[in-house]
């Protein structure tokens, strides 16, 4: 009586297998075809073929590596700067020793410094994802930001270098020097050029051999520290006057303003729930810029120390970093962008850009204190 029943179950596993088998097979038979290939050719060509193999899987191999582990990854890495112990804002001189110029000491800056490690962190401690060779050639011709592998390190990435550029042509405009009639620090105003430099630049461009992104990046890493340590010593300037920081931290307000609208436009109109391959992207940047961020303020805070106690805004400064800690907290395996009434699938993109906001509504709030 059952017969019929059981006979029907088995034919259909029967099919499914049959299907996965011929799936394998269409898979498997380029690599069956050229390993034949392979085993009739003569040893000369053997060798060649070989080391080709050999170093195109090293090259895919570093490249797993460079895109699957972040290292030195930490999103509370603004607590071991204990800029709290510090007691001197950015520029302000603290110690003279035996009546000589030489022997002056200021406050370095917290946000050079900071800058500079966000810097070395993409691309000394990491491998910077978006210039390598493997990257730009993508998947069969389609670029790996468009598949949902492979690229959200990148992403990540160029999410930190966008706050560390804004940060860089505030510094050279603004911070580094007393007010716009000065003259521009010269080691600020070439990590700022060097830091616009193109993010995916490999040593071949369209007009030949050319210097690397991270090259280029090194090279204004190298440049920040260098004012650092010469307005350690009283030989660089650093305007810690309300109106910078008040300007400073507009710019911040709309840099992430901007984000928070690419956000809520993917959301809307491409939610694909698991399916959107370009969620992940949007949402590692904007993640990036809160990494970012978080540790600038820390820097900004240590470097207009006198006007954060002048203008009472510890309270709303603490806010602000809770916000930094609250959305760097959200580290999905997965991004997903959902409907946002959905009841099935998370929206991902919707719940970053509610924290990009709330970041953002507290800078405005600090910047209308700065006004008064």
């Not at 090194?218 to 010593?233: C, E, I, P, Q, V």
């Amino acid at each position: 009586m059952l017969d019929p029943i059981v006979n029907f179950f088995t034919r259909i596993f029967q099919w499914i297998g049959r299907g996965i088998g011929l799936l394998i097979g269409v898979i498997l038979w380029p690599f069956m075809w050229a390993g034949r290939w392979y085993t009739q050719r003569g040893w000369i060509l053997k060798t060649v073929v070989g080391l080709a193999l050999l170093v195109l899987i090293g090259l895919y191999g570093n490249f797993f590596y460079a895109t699957q582990w972040w290292n030195k990854f930490d999103p509370n890495y603004p607590d071991t700067y204990s800029f709290e112990k510090r007691n001197v804002s950015a520029g302000e001189q603290v110690a003279v020793g035996a009546g000589t110029d030489t022997a002056k000491t200021c406050g370095n800056s917290g946000l050079a410094q900071i800058a500079a490690d966000l810097i070395d962190f993409n691309v000394n401690q990491n491998a910077w994802v978006s210039s390598m060779i493997l990257y730009k050639l993508g998947l069969f011709g389609i670029t790996w930001d468009d598949t949902p592998w492979m690229d959200n390190k990148a992403s990540f990435q160029r999410g930190i270098n966008q706050a560390v550029r804004r940060t860089a042509t505030e510094l050279a405009d603004n911070l580094g020097r007393v007010r716009t009639t000065s003259q521009i620090d010269t080691n600020l105003q070439d990590a700022r050029g060097q830091l616009q430099y193109d993010e995916s630049i490999w040593y071949i461009s369209r007009n030949g051999m050319t210097a690397t992104t991270p090259s280029m990046y090194r090279r204004a890493m190298a440049n920040l520290r260098s004012f650092n340590a010469r307005l350690a010593t009283c030989q660089a300037t650093f305007d810690a006057r309300a109106d910078n920081l008040k300007q400073y931290i507009d710019r911040i307000a709309s840099d992430i303003g901007s984000t928070s609208a690419i956000l809520k436009e993917r959301a809307e109109n491409h939610n694909n729930g698991w399916f959107d391959f370009r969620a992940d992207d949007r949402y590692w940047f904007a993640y990036g810029q809160l990494y970012a961020y978080y540790g600038l303020m820390k820097g900004a805070q240590a470097d207009f120390e006198d006007v954060i106690k002048e203008k009472h805004l510890q309270s709303l400064w603490d806010t602000m970093d809770a916000q930094f800690v609250s959305a760097l907290k959200i580290q999905p395996f997965i991004i997903a962008n959902g409907r946002e009434d959905g009841w099935l699938l998370p929206t991902h993109l919707t719940t970053m850009g509610f924290y990009v906001l709330r970041v953002r509504s507290n800078m405005v709030e600090i910047s209308n204190v700065l006004m008064q």
